[in-house]
């Protein structure tokens, strides 16, 4: 009787530990991305409610960064979904080792990537940053033998604690980057109430 209870204690135990790291897992999995294990839209919504109330806190800005592969489509097609796959890899870790580690980089979907840039003292850094990795994402992807052209396009969206346009990032940051695509692409726009201002 005492070995069969310590048989059913010590599987409990490990019943409970295999519970334990299935829901760690699953709670990996929900909020980092398969493809490119950057963070999904569900956690980069908890950084930015976090970013904002140390912002106000602290009276520091914060950014976002909307980038955009340009044709991505059009690796896929020519490629084949592999290739594709590699450039969102490579575009991801290439975007991680530009940014600081306290900035977060999400994938959103497809070839839709946020930046979070938080604590800044300097809004212009926003825009510097975002020059960068145009720079950084504009060298080719090698696959297979072959260099894949890759180029991106970037919304920037900056902005102090309290100021109004803080509130919706996101959707500044958006109409930027729809400003860049309309530009040509390759480049980076800059949100700003009055008007989007080329860069």
């Known amino acids: 009787a005492l070995t069969a209870t310590l048989l059913v204690l010590g599987w409990v135990v490990v019943l409970r530990r295999r519970i334990r790291e299935s829901e760690e897992r699953f709670k990996h999995m ?11 839209r569900l ?31 059009d690796v896929n097609d020519t490629y084949g979904h ?6 969102l890899r490579v575009t991801a870790a290439r975007m991680v080792a530009a940014v ?30 975002a020059s960068n990795i145009v720079n950084i994402l504009a060298a080719p992807v090698p696959f297979e033998g072959r260099e894949l052209p890759v180029s991106v396009s970037i919304g920037v969206c900056a902005a102090l604690a309290g100021d109004p346009i803080a509130d919706a990032l996101l959707k500044n940051a958006d109409a930027a980057l729809y400003r860049a695509k309309e530009h040509g692409r390759g480049c980076y726009e800059t949100y700003n109430p009055e008007e989007l201002i080329r860069f």
Request: net charge negative; proline share 1%; charged share 30%.
């Open 30 to 40: 929900a909020l980092h991305d398969a493809l490119t294990g950057l963070a999904t």
């Open 43 to 73: 956690l980069l919504q908890d950084r930015m409610q976090i970013a904002m109330e140390n912002a106000r806190r602290r009276q520091t800005g914060l950014a976002l960064l909307m980038v955009d592969l340009d044709k991505f489509k």
């Open 82 to 87: 592999p290739a594709g796959d590699e450039v």
């Open 100 to 129: 600081r580690k306290s900035d977060t980089v999400a994938r959103l979907g497809g070839d839709e990537f946020v930046i979070l840039i938080a604590d800044l003292s300097d809004l212009q850094a926003a825009e510097r940053i």
